[in-house]
Each structure stands twice: as structure tokens, then as C-alpha cells.
């Protein structure tokens, strides 16, 4: 056993970051549904609006974090990379960064898992919106790239 290896828990934590309502801002949420996360084993799915810092205690005995969000200026389709903490990410407690949440997670002397981003490219945000075509597009370039990340 390793020190990643917690009885009881995921190896792996998702984190879907975004608001349905509020047009490409909902990628994340819907990627997990088309990806088909919701029902693969050893996958723990934190699906919120945005990252708080309670969210560090979710990495507790993970292999692998994935954090999923849309971004108006991610390269199309999406970027994946890896994330490290960051204290320059700590601005507020009302919306953090990966970074400021793996930071936290180490701060609390949290073994902090193998940590990465993936970010899928949006266009409109606005309240009362739908995903747009060119998102729709990005989302499924974004899950056949996801479902052969997660099977390595």
C-alpha cells in the first residue's frame, strides 16, 4: 500500500467545474455525462460552479486529480496538462485555481496526487444559454481524448 492508497477511497478524483445555465461555461458537467464518468468505477466526481477550498480534502489518498473547466482563451479544442501547487494562486477563498487547491491540499500535509487540467475551449458564456455548436465540437474532441487519458 502505498500512500495513495486510502482503504475505502477512489484512486482517482474528477473535479467538473461550471454552470450549466450560463452556455460554454456548462462544458465541464457535460463532458462527465459523455465521457461517461458518472458510472466508471474508481472515480470519485466533485461536480460544482467552481473550486473552494474544501475541495483540497478530496485529494486524501488519490492517485490522480483531473480538474475539467471550460476557458474563453484555451487553445481549440482544449489543453490538457499536468498542475502543480501554487502559492500565486491563492488570491481569495471564493474561486481558486487547481493550483490554490493542491496548494491548500499540501499545506495540510495532504499527499498530493498526480494532478492535472483539462481545459476545453468555449465561445459564449452568457446566462440562459446552451452550449454552442462550436463547444459541442471541442466536447467531443475533448472526451475521446479524456476516455484514453483515464484507460493509461
Partial sequence: MTEHDAPGVAPVVVFATGNESRGDDGLA???VRRAGLETRAGITLVIDYQLQVEHALE???????????????????FELRPVHPSPRFLHTTHALAP?????????LGIALPEAWIL??????????????????????????????????
Fill in 59 to 77: 485529494l486524501e489518498g488519490r492517485r490522480l486529480a483531473l480538474f475539467i473547466d471550460a476557458g474563453q482563451h484555451t487553445p481549440a479544442p
Fill in 119 to 152: 481545459c476545453v475551449r468555449g465561445e459564449h458564456f452568457e446566462l440562459g444559454e446552451s452550449l454552442s455548436e462550436r463547444a459541442l465540437w471541442h466536447l467531443e474532441a475533448a472526451a475521446a481524448a479524456l476516455q484514453a487519458f483515464l484507460a493509461q
Fill in 99 to 107: 493550483e490554490a487547491v493542491l496548494e491548500t491540499a499540501q499545506r
Fill in 29 to 31: 458537467p457535460a463532458l
